[in-house]
């Protein structure tokens, strides 16, 4: 039996379980996995228009979280139905949302209907992102998820696949080869760091693992070959931007990323203050305070300096054919940046299309 064939059963409702990671599953029978046409992620240079999500709301549960407006079409009629069959009301980031028979509809979207892959060439070797919405490797059951989906990815096309995780077990797909060692040259894995400090971090990622365990996960698998990227995202400001790119950048080992990502908080939705909040919470008075300083009304100014000074001090740290700073520009702002694209600053957001600064990704 192959690592894909061996979890089928787990993902459909009927073998699932209704709570994960403390929080109600519900599912949504969608028609895709498989997005093909993920602009937005393609300007960001994390795929090449491909994205692999196998849910909408995630097992873990972050302050920052800008998904939840993302799913605003689809996961209310989730949420009311649990309601009505419950009477409990629930708020989008209180569940998990899965697709229902996930690998059944990736392979409708990879299949022809003769059973011959739609996408057969071997040269294709695209890049495919996951996840967008949610952790692909929250618990042992969505990680074996994960691994059948990208099997079945693997084994038709000749795509690779760069996975992003909070957790600590992303390296079970290959040290236990849940995707066999013929496909591992095509993954390529990365952990969120934005901060260092599993203090600061356990305060606004909420059920997810400790960065230092995830910063082992990394030391692991850069240890035994496997390609790796960088994610020092989201950063709050700091008292000195260029110590912590210094430590950031030599925690995951620069040298040995092929790429990193970094930006400064998205401040979609209402991530910002839940962040805000999260860390008075935790009694982060000073990172509390600092935030606050840049945010708000008025102080457009202030978060431009806040992201500015974390660009430059990455820019010390990290080269700039691998550096992917995310900067979303407006009229008074791009100016500034687009003299910086030449360093890894990556530009986004309506002003940055209307003046062609944004371009296509084609990276691996």
């Known amino acids: 039996m192959t690592p894909a064939q061996s979890t089928s059963q787990k993902t459909t409702p009927g073998c699932s379980r209704t709570t994960m990671n403390g929080k109600p599953v519900l ?19 994390l795929c090449d228009g491909l994205i692999l999500n196998p849910g909408d709301a995630c097992a873990y549960s972050c302050a920052f979280c800008y998904v939840g407006p993302m799913m605003r079409h689809h996961s209310p009629p989730i949420l009311q139905a649990h309601e009505k069959k419950t009477g409990e009301v629930l708020e989008f980031a209180d569940v998990v949302i899965r ?38 490797a929250a618990n042992l059951e969505l990680l074996r998820e994960t ?14 696949i760069r996975l992003l995780s909070k957790s600590h077990l992303l390296p079970k797909l290959v040290e236990e080869e849940m995707i066999p060692a013929k496909y591992h040259h095509r993954l390529i894995f990365g952990f969120s760091t934005g901060t260092l400090d599993d203090r600061v971090a356990r305060a606004f990622e909420k059920g997810t693992a400790l960065v230092s365990k995830r910063i082992q996960a990394l030391h692991w698998l850069q240890d035994n070959g496997f390609r790796t990227y960088g994610m020092i995202c989201p950063s709050l400001p700091q008292e000195d931007y260029d110590r912590f790119s210094q430590e950031a ?57 806040y992201a500015r000074q974390t660009f430059l001090a990455h820019t010390k740290n990290i080269p700039s054919q691998k550096l992917r700073f995310l900067q979303y520009v407006d009229g008074k702002t791009a100016g500034w940046w687009a003299e910086q694209r030449k360093n890894g600053a990556v530009l986004l957001g309506n002003t940055a299309n209307a003046m062609g600064l944004t371009r296509p990704s084609g990276l691996r």
Not at 28 to 45: G, I, N, Y
Not at 110 to 133: C, E, N
Request: net charge negative; glycine share 6%.
């Open 27 to 45: 599912y949504r029978a969608a028609k895709t996995v498989l997005k093909t046409d993920a602009s937005a992620f393609e300007e960001k240079h």
């Open 99 to 136: 697709r229902t028979d996930s690998v059944k509809v990736l392979l409708g979207q990879l299949l022809k209907r003769s059973g011959a892959s739609k996408y057969p060439d071997d040269k294709d070797q695209r890049v495919v992102f996951s996840s967008s919405t949610v952790d692909v």
């Open 147 to 160: 691994a059948e989906l990208c099997c079945k990815i693997l084994e038709l096309t000749g795509w690779h």
């Open 249 to 305: 950048s030599e925690a995951i080992r620069v040298d040995e990323c092929e790429h990193v990502w970094s930006e400064p908080l998205n401040v979609r939705g209402e991530s910002l203050v839940k962040t805000l909040a999260a860390l008075q919470s935790a009694g982060l008075d000073k990172e509390a305070r600092q935030l606050a300083a840049v945010s708000g009304a008025g102080n457009g100014q202030a978060w431009e300096e």
